[in-house]
């Protein structure tokens, strides 16, 4: 493996440690993480396996891998952004869905079963983005890398 391919998957890779650590300091701040933010966690633990693997073993291969991992957390990083604008339902098991039609024992149990962190509102935001919609850019970010280092000679 070319020292530029290693380079590439030490970017990509450290992008997604990066990213992991982020949202973890987030969370020791006081943002607890809803199930959607859980959810885009997993890709980048994979990624960096994956990455860690690769140089590791010389095998610049598993940068598709890495590429495939990066694309499923800005995939749901996507899915996330278009349950917080209300584009679509999320989850209901983290997302307010509404009480009409419901009886009160129907509502009562709703309110008893329902987590304590939405996924349909945006507990932080930087310049009108939010923390999944700043994932999905980094994360197809990141898949460029894994490309790029995937089709090196």
Do not use: K
Request: with cysteine; proline share 4%.
């Amino acid at each position: 493996m070319s020292p530029d391919t290693r380079r590439l998957i030490l970017l990509a890779a450290g992008g997604s440690l990066v990213l992991l650590t982020g949202a973890f300091l987030f969370q020791a701040a006081g943002y607890a993480p809803c199930e959607l933010c859980w959810l885009q966690r997993w890709p980048h633990l994979a990624a960096v396996v994956i990455g860690g693997v690769a140089l590791a073993s010389n095998w610049r291969q598993l940068s598709w891998a890495g590429a495939l991992a990066a694309a499923t957390t800005g995939v749901l990083g996507v899915y996330h952004t278009g349950v917080e604008r209300g584009l679509w339902i999320g989850p209901t098991s983290c997302s307010s869905t509404g009480i009409q039609g419901l009886s009160t024992d129907q509502l009562m149990t709703q309110i008893l079963n329902a987590p304590l962190v939405r996924c349909n509102e945006v507990a932080w935001s930087l310049f009108g983005i939010s923390m999944a919609s700043w994932n999905a850019l980094f994360s197809f970010a990141l898949v460029l890398v894994w490309l790029r280092a995937a089709r090196r000679p």
